[in-house]
């Protein structure tokens, strides 16, 4: 978890959960099912077009609405690694490391990211560094304690590394 490299996608403002996960997909059992549905109101087909690593940059009030984790769970099961946002939703900030995704706040999120760049983030240097643009971004630094839940891959995995 020392460096995340994808692809950003980039959203507005004010996604809910429900945009995330649209409500009436919330009885499919399976994951991978329900995973096909990830965001399919706001940008169809976004779940077909998502690769392991690939970054979500968005603006103020991230994951607002109920706090179900099936939201998260989707973006995990995608391999969206990083959320990155000029804001989130308390619950779902924390439901995000719990999973195992990195969640970042950062301000003018937004401007700083176009759709489709490259991007690395390293957690050593507290940096994005945005190769479409060639630019580097600071981020402030995880504190030690979410790093380990990230690395483990979220809390459970890191409750039963400690076991």
Request: glycine residues 8%; neutral net charge.
């Amino acid at each position: 978890m020392k460096e995340i490299k994808g692809k950003v996608f980039l959203f507005g403002d004010d996604i809910n959960t429900d945009d995330i996960v649209p409500h009436q997909y919330l009885n499919l059992r399976d994951d991978n099912e329900i995973t096909k549905h990830t965001l399919e109101n706001i940008r169809p087909n976004f779940a077909e077009f998502v690769r392991e690593g690939d970054v979500i940059v968005a603006g103020k009030n991230f994951g607002s609405g109920s706090s179900r984790e099936e939201a998260v769970n989707v973006l995990k099961t995608l391999g969206i690694k990083a959320v990155i946002a000029e804001s989130f939703a308390r619950i779902y900030f924390r439901n995000l490391v719990n999973l195992g995704i990195l969640a970042i706040k950062l301000k003018k999120a937004k401007e700083q990211f176009s759709e489709g760049d490259n991007i690395i983030i390293t957690l050593d240097n507290g940096e994005i560094i945005n190769q479409t643009k060639d630019i580097r971004i600071p981020i402030e630094k995880i504190p030690d304690f979410l790093l380990k839940i990230l690395e483990s891959g979220g809390i459970l995995n890191k409750i039963k590394k400690s076991k």
